[in-house]
């Protein structure tokens, strides 16, 4: 085809513009009103039969690039004639217009098909979707969307069985084009139909590139590629104009991943691996959901904690999804989810409504409360399950799990810890506990979560939970003797530190038994 081009330009040239001079001859005319209309049209019929019958009747001697673009140039003026005689004079009933020219459609494609003649239906493709553009009639809508519809499946047919890409650039770029003409010319008081048009055509062509792309010999990739990104690229653009003041969004744009992932299933399921077409679907698609996700509960009070239920039930989704495919990305990818979802929620959980389940404060059965459960339990099964293979032995991979797994195991101490806090910190506001102080009240639990750490460490013989409960004893240790016992005394503190020190030695006792049992 460059070839062709290359040494046909200028006459492919020459029969855009004898093209163009007779669509705005007719126009003009139809202006000054020199001639009646029903003269114009037969007029317009007899030209572009000529062309296409001497076009025709050349090529029967031998072919040639000329006697295509005669052809094509009097498949054009047919194409622009009928358009004036229904759109423009309104002789003819929209629906007829319409039939007449899927019959020349028909006609070009299956001649073009079976002689190949790729000049002939490129040149009366261009014809066919310029007609509409110089027309703009306001009362045919629906019936150029039928016949769009209809020049577009030609062209997508010849071009997948003929392997002539250039059918499927052609008509995608028209057509958005001549939505974008219409719609801006037009400027439509109602967004309903407009908004019909530009889904219809995205759905088109999202289905026609996979199916090109799957007679094209499975080739995802290329020209069909590209095309498909444009096409969401260009369909998000219209929606936001068209949709702006009305619906949010991010619904349309977890709609356009919706399409995009499904899409990235079936070209999955034909190919049974991941490529970058496949991959790239994926997660735009994947992308564009969350985003819209994420969009919920916007202007909420309680905006924080959707986010974080959201975003651990993606982060677990991906991780059973790596698992079963034993993909190492997808492992980091949920990892990465699930820790700065951690950050975000130490971040913004102080300012968060709680989220009570019965109208009443109950620590930890509340809605905030699960948040940081969820968070934690996602750590634990991520230090237990977690398996990565980066590098290329056994050893060297086997010992960085080790560390990941206890990585991962204090991380998810560390957030049971900030649920303790917070928990006991909302239970003293809710009830109004003034018998004890509350910061002696953080001591005692944390003197307890660290005598938990220690008896979990003797009991799955791991000494890095016994430094971890040992850092966590003194830091409560450090808390109550320089802060605590800074303040009068009370009998609460005394208690407190009673406490403390049973604590302490329950824990020096644990720590003690371990210790035989290591050295014997």
């Given at each position: ?19 163009l001079?007779f ?7 139809v202006?000054?009103?020199w ?8 007029i317009g019929?007899v ?9 025709v009747?050349?090529?029967?001697k031998?072919k ?16 622009t ?14 629906m ?6 899927v ?13 190949d003649l ?8 261009l014809?066919?979707?310029?007609a509409?553009?110089?027309?703009k009639?306001e009362?045919?809508i629906f ?13 997508f047919?010849?071009?997948?069985n003929?392997?002539?890409?250039e ?10 084009i ?12 109602s ?6 048009y ?5 759905m088109?062509y999202?289905?026609?590139f996979?199916i090109s ?6 080739n ?5 590629l ?5 096409n969401?690229i ?8 068209i949709?702006?003041g ?11 991943g919706?399409?995009y992932?499904g899409?990235?299933?079936?070209v ?23 985003i ?11 905006k924080?904690m959707i ?17 079963i495919?034993?993909?190492?990305y997808l ?7 699930w ?10 959980t ?6 009570n389940w019965?109208g009443?404060f109950?620590p930890?059965?509340?809605f ?11 750590g634990f099964?991520?230090s ?5 293979n980066?590098?290329n032995n056994?050893?060297d ?5 080790y560390?990941?797994?206890?990585t ?13 806090t917070?928990q006991?910190?909302?239970l003293w506001?809710?009830?109004?506990i003034?018998?004890?102080?509350l910061?002696?009240t953080y001591?005692i ?6 005598l938990?750490i220690?008896i979990?460490g003797a ?28 303040s009068?005394?009370t009998?609460a503190?005394?208690l407190?530190l009673?406490?403390?020190?049973v604590?302490?030695f ?9 210790k035989?049992?290591e050295?014997?």
């Amino acid at each position: 085809m460059n070839n062709l081009f290359k040494k046909h330009w200028i006459t492919l040239l020459g029969a855009v513009f004898m093209f163009l001079t007779f669509s705005y001859l007719f126009r003009f005319a139809v202006d000054k009103g020199w001639i009646s209309n029903q003269l114009k049209i037969m007029i317009g019929i007899v030209a572009g039969t000529g062309f296409a019958v001497g076009g025709v009747t050349a090529g029967q001697k031998g072919k040639s690039a000329l006697n295509e673009i005669l052809s094509g140039l009097g498949a054009s003026l047919i194409y622009t004639t009928f358009a004036f005689a229904g759109i423009y004079y309104s002789m003819w009933s929209p629906m007829t217009v319409f039939l007449l020219m899927v019959a020349v459609t028909l006609m070009i494609s299956v001649y073009s098909y079976r002689l190949d003649l790729r000049i002939l239906m490129n040149i009366g493709l261009l014809g066919a979707l310029i007609a509409p553009l110089v027309m703009k009639s306001e009362n045919a809508i629906f019936t150029l969307f039928l016949y769009l519809l209809v020049i577009n499946s030609a062209a997508f047919y010849v071009s997948v069985n003929k392997k002539w890409p250039e059918l499927r650039l052609i008509p995608f770029l028209a057509t958005w084009i001549l939505y974008s003409t219409y719609y801006l010319y037009y400027q439509p008081d109602s967004w309903q139909f407009s908004f019909k048009y530009a889904s219809a055509a995205f759905m088109f062509y999202v289905i026609s590139f996979v199916i090109s792309s799957w007679k094209d010999g499975k080739n995802f990739n290329g020209l069909n590629l590209y095309l498909g990104i444009s096409n969401g690229i260009i369909f998000g653009i219209w929606s936001v104009i068209i949709m702006n003041g009305i619906t949010s969004f991010s619904l349309i744009l977890g709609a356009i991943g919706m399409v995009y992932v499904g899409a990235a299933l079936v070209v999955y399921g034909m190919l049974k691996k991941f490529t970058a077409a496949v991959m790239l679907k994926l997660f735009a698609g994947a992308l564009l959901i969350l985003i819209a996700l994420n969009d919920i509960g916007t202007g909420l009070d309680i905006k924080p904690m959707i986010s974080v239920y959201l975003w651990i039930l993606v982060a677990a989704v991906v991780f059973v999804a790596a698992q079963i495919k034993k993909l190492d990305y997808l492992k980091i990818t949920a990892i990465t989810i699930w820790v700065i979802t951690s950050i975000y929620w130490y971040y913004t959980t102080w300012t968060t409504p709680i989220g009570n389940w019965f109208g009443t404060f109950i620590p930890i059965f509340n809605f905030s409360g699960m948040a940081w459960v969820l968070l934690a339990a996602f750590g634990f099964c991520l230090s237990v399950k977690l398996k990565l293979n980066i590098f290329n032995n056994k050893e060297d991979n086997d010992s960085f799990n080790y560390y990941i797994s206890n990585t991962f195991a204090i991380i998810s101490h560390i957030i049971v810890g900030g649920l303790l806090t917070f928990q006991i910190d909302n239970l003293w506001e809710n009830y109004k506990i003034t018998f004890i102080d509350l910061r002696l009240t953080y001591s005692i639990t944390w003197g307890i979560y660290a005598l938990l750490i220690f008896i979990w460490g003797a009991y799955s013989k791991q000494a890095l939970f016994r430094w971890f409960g040992s850092a966590v004893l003194v830091l409560v240790a450090v808390k109550t003797i320089f802060i605590d016992l800074s303040s009068a005394d009370t009998i609460a503190k005394i208690l407190v530190l009673f406490v403390l020190s049973v604590i302490t030695f329950a824990i020096s006792y644990i720590n003690n038994i371990w210790k035989n049992e290591e050295d014997s």
